[in-house]
């Protein structure tokens, strides 16, 4: 099991915690602030999906006129967690 904690920019979320299985199997995700109901269900959304896969879906969602979203924001975490660890 593997954990990885990454630090938002440019929303209403803080925080967003991965932690992906021995399988590269998403086993969890947790945002620290946000639209709880969004965020609860973008990281239901994930769970039991690769980072790819979840990359793919996410990535370039934008909120309103801001420049990312959290969905977006989770698929940068990814891309970062696939580079360091």
Do not use: W
Not at 40 to 58: D, F, K, M
């Amino acid at each position: 099991m593997k954990s990885f904690d990454y630090k938002t920019r440019g929303v209403c979320s803080r925080a967003i915690h991965i932690e992906v299985d021995d399988n590269n199997v998403i086993s969890a995700v947790r945002f620290t602030g946000g639209c709880m109901g969004n965020t609860q269900g973008v990281a239901r959304l994930a769970e039991g999906r690769t980072p790819e896969e979840v990359i793919s879906l996410v990535k370039g969602i934008r909120c309103g006129s801001k420049g990312t979203s959290c969905p977006d924001q989770l698929a940068e975490a990814l891309e970062e967690m696939k580079r360091t660890l």
